[in-house]
């Protein structure tokens, strides 16, 4: 039995739907959050240029980046979960479950 049956055992489809969707708002609003900051720093670039690798703008952009890149595999997870009934192969702390082969 693998861990998503087990996590999908002890917790029912609708909590466990109701979990991943609460994660999805909580990467949504770190997305959100990441790109207005972001926005704002490059908003007060005064020349255009590109940024230094180490400079706050180029941070903000690499921040950006990853909490879009989250945000969009946690989407795809709960999709797959409400849409197509797959259940997720990870705890919701982000670790892979380890399938057992019985």
Request: charged fraction near 30%; charge should be negative.
């Amino acid at each position: 039995m693998g861990s998503a049956s087990f996590q999908a055992s002890t917790l029912g489809r609708g909590e466990l739907e109701d979990t991943w969707r609460g994660r999805l708002e909580e990467c949504q609003k770190q997305y959100q959050d990441a790109s207005h900051s972001y926005r704002k720093l490059l908003a007060e670039e005064p020349d255009g240029q590109p940024p230094r690798p180490e400079s706050p703008l180029a941070r903000a952009r690499q921040a950006e980046s990853e909490a879009l890149t989250e945000y969009s595999r946690v989407l795809r997870l709960f999709t797959d979960l409400t849409v197509h009934g797959k259940l997720p192969e990870e705890t919701l702390h982000g670790e892979r479950g380890v399938s057992k082969e019985t």
